[in-house]
């Protein structure tokens, strides 16, 4: 299955009207939009994106009817690359981030070891329960066991998450200067790049839905201009492929 959420092809960017052309442009540092960087946010926006996904797609699995191929293709699609995204994010996570924090602070040592051991654990959960995706998209009727399944890997993920957020992100403020790039949505893109996986358009948007717009102007501010300039394409592109799937986005 594709881990791929945007059609994939050559990008096509509608040019730019007058009126965008003409928009004062922000007061800049260093060529920069003066905004102030959002700490860690690469690793909240996969957790909100995570959250957001696990407490949606039980529902659509059970409204799965019987020969409605482009729905359970769309949904098959969809949790392929957000299990895609969660590898990724766990192989960063323990081959770039734990290092350095057991570096800088071994104190924390013991925590990151049962995270590294819990993402094993969670990786393993993901694979049986995208063997059971597989079926309920192929055979409807399955649907609702399924969705339970989906359910418990939800609260089950939702444990790891809480543990990184109250224990690990506190101490990473005093571990890491301020603009650091450690954590943040434009090392997060980079790392994809770099990587064999999700593609970074596919995970911005992912990432971005439902965000709201000041803080989707505040978090590309801090990404490159590249980005920011395919970002409203993008997002109308992602809009219209996952309105099948959840419906059309408000």
Not at 37 to 63: K, T
């Amino acid at each position: 299955m594709s881990r791929h959420l945007l059609p994939v092809g050559p990008t096509h960017v509608p040019a730019q009207s007058d009126a965008r052309r003409a928009a004062p442009t922000p007061p800049t540092t260093a060529g920069r939009p003066a905004v102030e960087p959002m700490p860690f946010a690469g690793l909240r926006l996969v957790h909100a994106a995570l959250r957001r996904d696990l407490a949606r797609l039980p529902q659509a699995l059970r409204l799965l009817q019987p020969g409605d191929e482009i729905a359970a293709d769309a949904l098959q699609r969809h949790w392929d690359f957000m299990t895609a995204m969660v590898t990724c994010h766990h192989e960063q996570q323990d081959s770039r981030l734990w290092p350095l924090l057991r570096r800088f602070a071994p104190e924390l040592r013991l925590l990151l070891n049962w995270l590294e051991a819990d993402h094993h654990n969670l990786d393993h959960s993901f694979t049986r329960v995208t063997t059971l995706v597989r079926i309920a998209t192929r055979d409807p009727a399955s649907s609702w066991s399924v969705a339970y399944a989906v359910e418990e890997l939800a609260a089950r993920l939702e444990t790891h998450l809480r543990i990184e957020e109250r224990q690990l992100l506190p101490r990473m403020d005093g571990i890491f200067p301020a603009g650091s790039r450690i954590g943040t949505l434009p090392e997060l893109l980079d790392l994809l790049r770099a990587a064999d996986g999700p593609a970074s358009a596919d995970a911005l948007v992912w990432l971005l839905e439902g965000v709201a717009s000041e803080q989707i102007d505040r978090l590309l501010a801090d990404c490159d201009d590249e980005t920011a300039r395919h970002w409203p394409h993008w997002r109308d592109t992602y809009a219209r492929c996952t309105d099948q799937l959840w419906g059309p986005q408000r």
